[in-house]
């Protein structure tokens, strides 16, 4: 998880930093973070969002890595209030059998506004 927290130092969106790392077999293979993208189409005044999720997922695909059986860390800074992965990044998780996903969940009994929920 600290090596995670580290990627997310790296996110330059400024509402939140997420850092995510794949583990396989022991070893760091990939790593992502959340990062607005310029739309292909509508160009610079239009972004869209990568997840940190997907983002490593695409990270591991482009090197060639069997994901089978692998783990995934997410933090999030400057809280660690997300609980689990958007469901475009369940589905991809999914789909390359990502055995284990471990979220930083630091606050989140209390809601995301520190409400009790
Ligand atoms: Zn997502």
Same mark, same amino acid.
């Given at each position: 998880m600290k090596a995670a927290k580290e990627v997310a130092? +790296? #996110?330059?969106?400024?509402?939140f930093k997420l850092g995510a790392i794949i583990v396989l077999k022991g070893k760091v293979v990939a790593s992502g973070v959340n990062e607005y993208r310029t739309h292909p189409?509508? +160009? #610079?005044?239009y972004h869209n969002r990568l997840h940190a999720e997907g983002g490593a997922i695409y990270n591991s695909v482009r090197q060639g890595i069997?994901?089978?059986?692998a783990t995934l860390y997410v933090y999030r800074l400057p809280t660690g209030r997300t609980a689990k992965p958007c469901l475009s990044c369940e589905q991809m998780l999914r789909d390359h059998k990502i055995r284990r996903v471990v979220f930083?969940?630091?606050?989140y009994e209390h809601g995301i506004d520190g409400s009790a929920t």
């Open positions: 130092a +790296g #996110s330059k969106v400024w509402e189409k509508f +160009g #610079s005044g069997d994901l089978e059986g930083s969940a630091i606050g």
